[in-house]
């Protein structure tokens, strides 16, 4: 046995790669030669599934080697490297992409924004019925006032044409919303509703890394990455997204740089001082400032200018996200090949099942998309291939999801459905009637609730998997088709 810190080190990471080879073969990439494959014997598609190889096992024993412990290092590494993958000004490591979400609002109520921008009790923020609730939880535990618009079931998205209905002059502060299962809302007519009427823009991305919108402008054409279009824009590393950390999230800063000092202070217990942990004193002035009715000099660390939280990953998450990172633009591209797979083994069933389209897309050949005439385009990272049973097969949703769930194919329901059907909002009408609004019948919505599933398309899925689960989705639905 050596002495020698460094050998020791090295040797106890070339054991734990090893184990990792060994052990943890099934959560490889599809394709990978060291990956266990399908076993149609036992056959088992999850809609979803961590997937990463000896790296982050690596990564995450030498990040606790280190013993840093809270974040630090590597979170400084990966913010950065991050920021710079998608082209945004800041990136903020937060436990999950729910705490993400409610840190992008937080910072939009402070009291160091100007008076006409910032968001207070009673102001109205624009949203959409269908989706995951932590999109909306934040608006109301602010004490603001969701507005519901309806969702187009074809893309999972906000119908952008209600913008206008819900618009409130002097109410209507901010729009929130995701990028379903992936799938880019209409970023240009969006941007345009706020830009017009002076609105804040927070895109919940968790579900859409990787995702590309293209809209024309006067010099040309324009291609960016959902989250980089708004504000601020949120992300999730929980196991099933596009790139995980165990738990974990992050807040982009896409431009306006002060942002980030209030999403770092709402974080952070809501402390004034910027100063990141384990470091004293980068203004200089740490016994200098007087703030609120302190006395002069009192230490900067210790001077809280919101009612904030402690909302930090850790390090060693850090450290596995960095090395997922770097698989992110195979990952991306896996989800987009799987998803055309079962796009086109299940083109026969357009007569039951009536299947998404990206946003502007207009319909689906084994060629590519058809589009719009409106010059935008998109490219969804899918996080999901969403379906729609029709209203008129001769089978429901819940008898499809049944009959994949006893052959061993997982699938889920999009998220929260109309959450307005929800218990809690069901409750909340109850008690506090103008608690929130909603536009319209939310037609679309109620189908995604009644209608919409999805099923897997994670960098995890082999050719075998995905053939499984079109033969049997197929076969139920002729079965049934024809008595």
């Known amino acids: 046995m050596t002495d020698d810190p460094n050998a020791l080190r090295a040797e106890i990471l070339r054991l734990v790669g090893a184990y990792s080879r060994l052990v943890h073969a099934a959560n ?19 809609y979803a599934g961590r997937v990463f190889t000896e790296a982050e096992v690596e990564a995450a024993v030498a990040a606790t080697l280190d013993f840093w412990l ?12 991050l920021a710079a993958w998608l082209g945004v000004r800041h990136t903020v490591l937060v436990n999950s992409g729910s705490s993400a979400n409610l840190l992008a609002f937080a910072a939009l109520t402070s009291p160091k924004l100007p008076a006409g921008r910032r968001l207070e009790p009673g102001d109205e923020v624009i949203t959409c019925a269908a989706g995951f609730p932590t999109t909306v939880a934040p608006i109301l535990q602010h004490g ?42 209409d970023l240009r007519a969006v941007l345009d509703f706020c830009r017009c009427h002076d609105l804040w823009l927070i895109e919940d991305n968790c579900d859409s890394l990787g995702s590309t919108y293209t809209m024309p402008t006067a010099e040309g054409t324009l291609t960016k990455p959902t989250g980089t279009w708004g504000d601020l824009s949120t992300q999730s590393f929980y196991p099933p997204h596009h790139l ?7 807040v ?13 202070s709402f974080r952070d217990w809501g402390r004034d001082c910027w100063c990141p942990s384990g470091k004293d004193n980068t203004c200089n002035k740490r016994f200098g400032w007087q703030l ?10 210790y001077i809280y200018s919101h009612l904030g939280y402690n909302l930090k990953p850790l390090d060693l998450q850090a450290a596995i996200g960095r090395q997922q990172l770097k698989k992110l633009p195979a990952f991306v591209e896996a989800r987009r090949r799987n998803w055309q797979a079962l796009r086109a083994g299940l083109a026969d069933l357009e007569d039951v099942i009536e299947f998404s389209l990206p946003t502007h897309a207009t319909g689906w050949s084994s060629d590519g998309f ?7 385009r998109t490219d969804p990272s899918w996080f999901g291939f969403m379906l729609l049973v029709r209203e008129d097969a001769p089978f429901s949703r819940t008898d499809l999801v049944r009959h994949l769930d006893a052959h061993g194919i997982a699938s889920r329901m999009l998220f929260g459905g109309n959450l307005l059907r929800q218990p809690v909002f069901h409750d909340l009408a109850r008690r506090r009637p103008r608690a929130f609004r909603h536009v319209g019948s939310l037609v679309g919505a109620d189908a995604l609730m009644r209608r919409a599933l999805f099923l897997g398309v994670y960098p995890g899925l082999d050719t075998e998997s995905l053939e499984h689960v079109a033969e049997k989705v197929s076969s139920f639905s002729l079965c049934r088709r024809h008595g």
């Open 252 to 264: 982009n800063v896409v431009s306006r740089a002060p942002l980030r000092v209030l999403v770092e």
């Open 70 to 81: 809270t974040l630090g290092p590597e979170g400084d590494a990966f913010e950065k490297e």
């Open 292 to 301: 609120g009715d302190l006395p002069e000099g009192y230490d900067h660390k």
């Open 370 to 376: 058809s589009w719009d005439a409106s010059g935008c």
């Open 144 to 185: 603001c006032v969701p507005v519901f618009i309806d969702n187009d079931p074809v893309t999972g998205n906000a119908r952008v044409d209600q913008l206008d209905d819900a618009y409130v002059p002097g109410k209507t502060k901010a729009v929130m919303m995701a990028h379903a299962l992936g799938n880019p809302f």
């Open 28 to 46: 490889r990439p599809a394709g990978d030669p060291l990956r266990s494959g399908f076993q149609p014997a036992a056959p088992v598609v999850p």
């Open 244 to 250: 995980t950390m165990g738990e974990g999230g992050a």
